[in-house]
């Protein structure tokens, strides 16, 4: 089904491998008990997730700095229920969720068995837009750094997925063509959208639910990976 030989995947790492949804919400079950913040935590979670990609979406867009991002998503979502929570503890509950966010390593369904599966067929890489500081940790915690031979980050680039640069360097440091390689990542605009920019194929794993496409094949679950690679 590809024009041509794979022997490069590059993966996104967050919605894709690492199951951020259920590691964020134990990281915040944690941080709201140990600072006696009393939401109702399936609230908060059910408004915090739409913010949450929103404020990312204005971050890869360099319309908003990392600290805006980790400040404004929680005010926004505490202001949203009518919660009282003052900035001075936001701005804590903001960093001690960056520092306690990588000790939760569950990943998404089936993500370990399709590692195994290919790595023994093609070499693994990481592109993600996460901050360094928590993305090795995360890879690590999970034990699933050991797969990959290169880990790109948008710190580390300078810019962020989709810009076609961080790509670039990803395909410069695994020193392969992007026709011989794949990306596979759950965000259509800067996964896929981005990859295909530079001529990577792609696939598209959709766990947000995003609308149909015809940008690459779609699949909703990582285990059927392995029927196509």
């Known amino acids: 089904m590809f024009e041509h030989r794979i022997t490069d995947i590059f993966f996104d790492l967050d919605h894709t491998l690492w199951d951020f949804e ?20 399936d609230d908060f979670l059910r408004i915090y997730a739409p913010i949450n990609l929103e404020y ?17 998503r929680l005010r926004r979502t ?10 001075k503890l936001i701005y804590e509950l903001a960093h001690e969720y960056i ?22 067929k093609y070499r693994l890489h990481i592109i993600t ?3 360094q500081e ?15 031979e290169h880990v790109v980050n948008s710190e580390m680039a300078g810019v962020k997925k989709p810009d076609p640069y961080i790509f670039k360097l990803a395909l ?7 026709k011989h390689t794949i990306m596979i990542g759950d965000s259509l605009e800067a996964d896929i959208i981005g990859a295909k920019t ?30 196509i690679l």
């Open 22 to 41: 259920r590691n964020s919400a134990l990281t915040f079950e944690r941080i709201f008990k140990e600072n006696g913040v009393s939401v109702e935590l």
């Open 56 to 72: 990312w979406k204005l971050y890869r867009e360099n319309r908003i700095d990392k600290s805006e991002l980790r400040f404004q």
């Open 78 to 87: 505490f202001d949203t229920m009518a919660a009282t929570v003052p900035d």
């Open 99 to 120: 520092a306690h966010l990588s000790s939760f390593t569950h990943l998404m369904p089936n993500a370990m068995q399709v590692l195994e599966y290919l790595e023994p």
């Open 129 to 131: 837009n996460g901050f």
């Open 134 to 148: 928590v993305q090795e940790k995360k890879l690590k915690g999970s034990n699933i750094h050991h797969f990959f």
């Open 172 to 178: 410069d440091r695994a020193q392969v063509e992007a």
């Open 198 to 227: 530079v001529k990577m194929q792609a696939l598209h794993f959709n766990s947000n639910k995003e609308p149909g496409h015809d940008h690459c094949k779609t699949i909703n679950n990582l285990i059927e990976i392995k029927s």
